[in-house]
């Protein structure tokens, strides 16, 4: 016997999982008894805990052989070669899917209430379970967090028999276990108390750690007066931050734009302060020409960053523009303006070509990057390389579509752009 019960086996596995503190990890635990393990191991990392939320589509006529598996966001993972030899038709798969989407949707309800699932695009996933038997869990599990967008993923279990990787195959990146018994029989035989794990506690640990993450973490919600409105933002300033960079979304997305979150975590990993913001609030947003009207967003960018210099204590930092898509574009139709003291702007998949005649007159070194992938945004930023006279860079992703929703893609973003802002911050 090595475990207590489960929050003693989540400590001895957080032990085994130092090398991952202070990287951008999400923890995800496999409801019911994961979770009070995950507990413990994100507690340990400082990271972000969720339940992870699968459930197997079975063959109708024999519903213990998994004929794929589903999880949240539409996600679905199918076995081609079940589906062959059971001869499963469409119309059945749909029926079992729908079965089981019921089902995820009353989990994810119960469990995590008005709180919106973790984001996992670009991040480190670690999926904890209090064991591992057979590996077929954990194999869906890992085949629905990489099919949501996941980086890298590390599965990770107290206890599993000895040939377990075999089993896991390549399903996930790096595989963590603290013991490897010879002689396996059932994940309970290796614990005191192995009783079963009810909602209940499930949902206490959920909202023990987001508790403890909330008062860590402070607020770091503010309201940018603009032209008349206020408009919403999320600022982090780590400590002795040369600088701030300030992000423009692109195409109507808001300061939860999964994408830019993920940039702005590797910028704070880097040392760099972000905010990241509404440029219009939601009525304005409403109106798809506000959208696309790139004189008014660069008005708004350039008023919220003269809002930011004048708070206590960020006076005399430097400022960075980061644009996606279209704010990329009003990024850079701001920097044009000869007043402007922005000291670097940053392109992702960005349309700086709508900026227009207005490329020529931008003082700030610009660096753009571009999916391999996205052919025509990358001619589009070609040609309005071509009439920047700035110092300029222009950076292709391999692999990497429009959205760079590829795993890794983002991760090789959020680096160029620590990079370029540090330089010249």
């Known amino acids: 016997m090595y475990f207590t019960d489960r929050t003693d086996a989540g400590r001895q596995l957080a032990a085994s999982l130092g090398h991952l503190k202070g990287r951008d990890v999400v923890v995800l635990g496999l409801p019911r008894g994961g979770v009070p393990v995950a507990e413990q191991v994100a507690d340990a990392l400082g990271a972000p805990l969720d339940v992870c939320l699968v459930r197997k589509l079975g063959v109708p006529y024999q519903p213990e052989l998994a004929m794929g598996a589903i999880g949240e966001g539409d996600v679905r993972v199918l076995n081609d070669h079940v589906l062959a030899d059971s001869r499963v038709s469409a119309g059945d798969l749909a029926?079992?899917?729908?079965?089981?989407?019921?089902?995820?949707?009353?989990?994810?309800?119960?469990?995590?209430?008005?709180r919106p699932a973790a984001r996992l695009d670009g991040r480190t996933v670690v999926v904890v379970d209090d064991g591992l038997a057979t590996g077929a869990t954990a194999v869906a599990a890992c085949r629905v967090v990489r099919a949501q967008g996941a980086a890298r993923i590390v599965l990770a279990v107290p206890v599993a028999p000895a040939d377990w990787r075999e089993r896991i195959g390549r399903e996930a990146d790096e595989t963590v276990s603290v013991h490897e018994p010879a002689f396996f029989y059932a994940i309970g035989q290796f614990y005191q108390d192995f009783s079963q794990t009810p909602d209940e506690e499930v949902i206490a640990c959920l909202e023990r750690h987001h508790a403890r993450q909330d008062q860590d973490d402070g607020d770091p919600e503010v309201r940018i007066p603009v032209a008349g409105v206020e408009v919403a933002g999320h600022l982090v300033v780590p400590a002795g931050a040369p600088g701030i960079v300030v992000f423009a979304h692109g195409s109507g997305s808001s300061r939860h734009s999964p994408r830019n979150r993920a940039v702005a975590e590797?910028?704070?990993?880097?040392?760099l302060g972000?905010?990241?913001?509404?440029?219009?609030?939601?009525?304005?947003?409403?109106?798809?020409?506000?959208?696309?009207?790139?004189?008014l967003l660069a008005g708004r960018l350039a008023r919220a960053t003269r809002w930011l210099a004048g708070r206590p204590g960020l006076d005399g930092l430097r400022t960075g523009w980061f644009g996606a898509s279209t704010g990329a574009a009003a990024a850079l139709w701001a920097a044009a303006d000869p007043l402007s003291e922005v000291a670097a702007v940053v392109s992702r998949g960005g349309r700086p070509d709508l900026a227009g005649p207005r490329l020529a007159q931008v003082r700030a070194p610009t660096l753009l990057i571009v999916g391999g992938n996205d052919p025509l945004v990358q001619e589009l930023n070609e040609a309005a390389r071509s009439r920047l006279t700035c110092e300029n860079r222009l950076v292709v992703v391999p692999g990497a579509g429009h959205l760079f929703e590829e795993p890794g893609t983002l991760e090789q973003v959020g680096e160029l752009a620590a990079s370029w802002f540090t330089d010249h911050f």
């Open 266 to 271: 590797s910028l704070n990993r880097a040392g």
């Open 95 to 114: 029926g079992v899917e729908a079965r089981e989407r019921v089902v995820l949707g009353q989990r994810s309800r119960r469990y995590r209430g008005a």
């Open 274 to 295: 972000t905010l990241l913001f509404d440029l219009l609030t939601e009525d304005e947003a409403a109106d798809r020409a506000n959208v696309f009207d790139t004189e």
